[in-house]
C-alpha cells in the first residue's frame, strides 16, 4: 500500500521532472527566438570546406550536406516548432473554449447538433485532416497554423462542454441565477473560472501534439515547404535531411531527432505534473 | 441488439457520406489542379483529360456522379496510374497496411497487459517508476526518430535486420514494434492507473478480507474491471495506427495504403485521395463499432441497455 509520505515523495519527484521540463522549453524558446543574435553564423552560410563535420568545438552539433552549422539550424527550428506548438494551441484554444461554452450552456438541440460535428471531427485521423487540410492552406507556416488548429479545436470544444455542463449544477451557479444575474455574466464570472484548470491542462498537451504532427509531417515532405522563408527550417525537415544521410553521418538525424523528442517529452511532463496539480483524484 | 446494430450501422453510413462530401469539397477548393505540370500542357490536351474525367461538368453533376460509384463499390480511375483504379490499388495495399495494423495491435496488447499488470502490482516501487518513464517517453516518440533508431541499431549497427524490404515474417519485425511502441506505453499506463483506481473499491477489500493473495485480487478481480477503460481507448487507437502507418510505412518503404496516399497528396491525384480517405474511415467507423459490441460482452449491464 502507499502511505501519505511515499505519495507525497512521488509527487515530489514529479514535481522535480517537471521543473526541469520547464526550464527545458524556456531555454528552447529564448534560445530559438534570441538564435539570429548569439550564433555566429547564418542559418544559411554555407561553407564548402566543412562538409559533414562531426561535432566539434566550433560546431557543437556538426555541419551539414551544404557546410551549414547545424545548432544554428536547429535552434532556428525550435523557432518554427515553437511558433506552430503554441500558434496552433492558441488558435484551437479561442475556436475550441468558444465553442463548448456557446454548446454546453446552450444545451438542448442546439448542444446535440453542435455535439455530433465534434464527434465526427473527434474521431478521424488527425493526419489525415492535416493532410487535407495542407493541400488547402498551402505549405507556409501560417497555413500548417490554420491546418493544425482546425483540427485540434474539437478537443478543446469537448473538454470545455463537459465542464460547463458540470458547473452549471454548482451552488453558487444556481444562487447567481437565483439572484437574478444575466447569462453572459455567469457564464464569464462564474463557469469560465472554474473551468480554466482542465482547459490550461489540454493547452499544455496540445502544444507538443502539434510539435509533433508538424515533425512527422515535415519528415513526409508534407509540411512546411518554404525554402525562402528566413523563418528557420523545421526539426523535421533537418530529419529528413539526416534521415538520407544516416548509414554514414548519423549526427544530423541525432540532433534533430533528439530535440524533438525532448521538447515533447517536456511539454508532457509539464502538463502531467500540472494535471495533477489540479485534479487530485489522478495523483 | 438488432436495432442497436441498425442505429450504429446508419450513423457509421452518416460519418462516411459526410466525410465524402467535406473531402470533396475541399479538393475541389484546393488551388491549382491535377493537371498542371512544370510545363504547360497544350490546352486541348488538358480539355481532352478533363472530358475524360468528366471534370468538364458542373460540380454537382461530378458530386452525383461519384458518389453513385462509391455506392456502387466503384471508386474511380486513378489520376496517376493509368492503368489502375483507385479500387485495384486498394485491393493491392489495404491487405498490407491491414496486416501491420494487426501486427502492431497485438504487439501492443502483449506489451501493455504484463507491464501494466506489473506496475500496478509493485507499485510505488523504482520498477513501477521506471515502466511508467518509459510508457511516457514511448508516448513522447515520434513514429519517424524511433523507426530511424531501430533501423540505425538493428539493422545498420548490428545487421540484425533488413533495413527496407518487406518480404519475409522478419521484415515485419521492425515496422510492428515502431506503430505499436506509441500504443503500448498509452495502453500500459491506462492499465495501471484504472488497475489502481479499482484496487481502493469495496469488492476488494472483501476480497483481501476472504484471504486472496494480492497477485489474485489484482489478476481475478481488478483485471476484468480494467477491461472496459482498454476497450474505450480501442476506437481512437484505431485512429492512431492508422495515422502511424502513413509515416511507418514511409519510413520502412513498405507497399502499403499509407505509402500510396502521401505520393497520391503529392501527385494530387484526387481520386486516390478520397478513395484512401474512406477507406480510411469505413475502417474507423467498422473499428468502433466492433469496440461498441465488444462492450456488450464485457459488461452485462451494458447489454440489457
Redesign the interface.
Known sequence: MTTATTQHRNFRRFDALAGAGAVFIMIVLLSGFAVPWISPYGSGELREDNLLAGPSWTHPMGTDALGRDLLTRVLYGARVSMTVGIGTALIALIIGTTYGLVSGFKGGHIDDFMMRLVDIFYGLPDMLIFILLSLLFGKSIGGLLVALGLVTWVRFARITRGQVLQAKEFVYVEGARAMGAPRRRILMRHILPNILGPILVTLTFSIPAAILAESTLSFIGLGINDPYSGWGTSWGTLAQDGWRAMRAYPHIIFFPAAAIVLTILAFNTVGNALRDLLDPRTR | MAPFLLKRIFHGVA?LW??ATL?FV??R???GGPFDRERKLPPQVVANLEAKYHLDESFFKQYLRYLTGVVRGDLGPSYKYLDRGVNDIVRDTLPTSALLGALAIAFALAVSIPAGLFAAYC??SWID?WLMISA??G???????LG??L??ALA?QLNWFHAARWDALSSAVLPTITLGAAPAAYLSALLR?SLIETLGEDFIRTARAKGITEAGVLFKHAFSQSLIPMLTVM??LT??L??GS??VE??FAIPGMGRF??TA??D?DYPL?MGV?LI??AL??SA?LIVDLLYGIVDPRIRSQ
Open positions: 460519418v459526410v466525410v473531402t475541399l479538393l477548393l484546393t488551388p507499485r510505488g517508476r511516457s517517453i508516448i513522447s516518440m515520434p513514429h519517424f526518430i530511424a533508431v533501423i540505425w545498420l492507473s476506437g481512437p485512429a492512431t492508422l495515422t502513413f509515416v514511409y519510413v496516399f502521401i497528396v503529392t494530387r485521395i480517405t480510411y474511415t474507423l467507423v468502433n
